[in-house]
């Protein structure tokens, strides 16, 4: 499972097997053993520099779960947005008004 999870990972970062496994200081050959799952024990100073590579943590990668939903991809999605502008949770505080203003705007027009 950690082989998919670092594939799965990867490709969202846009980031090529040479290029992870260059960023890991790990050969190619042996990233590529790891997504395929031919090695599915690799060690955890593989595991940590993976994840610091891919910006992600130790648990992420190792999680067995089942595949996020489609929900779980959308609010994701809408985080990284708010995070690429530069807004933090601290920030959606301030935002909270004009965000109950569109709730209540939307809602009159549910009425009509």
């Not at 040479?18 to 595991?47: F, G, T, V, W």
């Not at 991809?73 to 530069?86: A, D």
Request: net charge neutral; glycine share 2%; no cysteine.
């Amino acid at each position: 499972m950690i082989g998919k999870n670092i594939n799965r990972i990867r490709k969202k970062k846009n980031l090529t097997l040479s290029e992870l496994a260059e960023r890991a200081d790990i050969s190619k050959s042996y990233l590529s053993n790891i997504e395929r799952n031919l090695n599915d024990n690799p060690s955890i100073h593989i595991i940590e520099k993976l994840a610091d590579v891919l910006e992600v943590d130790l648990i992420t990668l190792l999680d067995e779960k089942k595949p996020r939903t489609k929900d779980d991809l959308m609010w994701q999605h809408f985080i990284s947005k708010l995070e690429e502008l530069g807004i933090t949770s601290s920030d959606l505080d301030e935002y909270r008004i004009v965000f109950e203003f569109i709730k209540w705007r939307n809602d009159q027009k549910e009425k009509k």
